[in-house]
């Protein structure tokens, strides 16, 4: 069992900056990879970057030269950084965990990240 709480969204104009948190707690050994997803209203879910246990690091496309994520010393906690914000980056952003031996996924209850003016 893991659970996955997200901090650190708010509100933001456009070209700032924010750094949401996932801080994970329960058996982290059974988590081979961890995401952040992000949903904007009236649109799919999509992936924003994942991050797997060995640090290697995957960026969407639609944000690779603005986010990047990352883990702390410990593990068990992963941000976003998130740089030069536009409104269309206006969305509930989720921390993902994938389990290394079951066909499931943890998620946390979302972070609210709106860019405006």
């Known amino acids: 069992q893991v659970q996955l709480v997200e901090s650190g969204g708010g509100l933001v104009q456009p070209g700032g900056s924010l750094r949401l948190s996932c801080a994970a707690s329960?058996?982290?050994?059974?988590?081979?990879?961890m995401a952040w997803y992000r949903q904007a209203p009236g649109k799919q879910r999509e992936m924003v970057a994942t991050?797997?246990?060995?640090?290697?690091?995957n960026v969407a496309d639609s944000v690779k030269d603005r986010f990047t994520i990352s883990r702390g010393n410990a593990q068990n906690t992963v941000y976003l950084q998130m740089n030069s914000l536009k409104p269309e980056d206006t969305a509930v952003y989720y921390c993902n965990a994938e389990d290394r031996f079951r066909n499931i996924a943890y998620w946390g209850q979302g972070a609210q990240v709106t860019v405006s003016s």
């Open positions: 991050i797997a246990r060995t640090g290697s690091t």
């Open positions: 329960g058996n982290m050994f059974s988590i081979k990879n």
